[in-house]
């Protein structure tokens, strides 16, 4: 698999403007165009595992999200602009409902929750670059589901170590009373075998 291109040499510093127009001359939404602290980053399209993951997770957060009106669970492709000048695109994540008026991308300035399904390509980044930008503009917690070692590394914005999860995950944001347990043992075993 490609691994992601980075620009780093590159002589000038991408902005969300340039990311947008990236997108735009791409109809199909890949590769995917991301600019994390001026950095430009390329991913190619995701395994067929990945896509597998992502679909029981969001089959487990809607029910949830939707029972206790936390808001939205949506997916990328996206185009959030958390911190000025930066795209970032989760493979999953949750909207809060205080944002529940957003009709555009530009009106996504928050999150509840970010997830990451590791790629080969994506290892990296998702657990460097993009761990500490959502931990920087305090997204409450951010999932890197790594499908080979069959585990979620949890971090919230003020962790220096991720918290390592293989069986389940509880996960208990403000508002409900009941948190959310997922049974990260099933998930693997139904995408990994």
Do not use: N
């Amino acid at each position: 698999m490609a691994m992601p291109l980075t620009h780093r040499s590159y002589p000038k510093r991408w902005t969300a403007y340039d990311i947008r127009a990236l997108m735009e001359a791409s109809p199909t939404q890949w590769p995917r165009y991301e600019a994390i602290d001026g950095e430009l980053i390329v991913t190619p399209a995701p395994r067929l595992a990945h896509q597998e993951m992502l679909e029981l997770l969001r089959d487990v957060l809607k029910p949830y999200v939707a029972r206790h009106a936390l808001g939205r669970v949506l997916g990328s492709p996206a185009d959030l602009e958390l911190e000025k000048d930066t795209i970032i695109q989760p493979d999953l994540f949750v909207v809060p409902a205080s944002l529940s008026h957003a009709r555009e991308w530009a009106d996504v300035t928050t999150l509840l929750l970010a997830i990451e399904v590791l790629s080969p390509s994506s290892r990296t980044r998702d657990r460097a670059i993009k761990r500490r930008f959502l931990q920087r503009v305090a997204v409450p917690e951010y999932w890197v589901v790594d499908l080979s070692r069959r585990l979620v590394e949890r971090w919230r914005p003020e962790d220096r170590h991720a918290e390592v999860l293989a069986s389940s995950l509880v996960w208990h944001p403000p508002g409900p009373d009941e948190p959310l347990t997922i049974d990260l043992a099933a998930l693997f075993a139904a995408v990994c075998g």
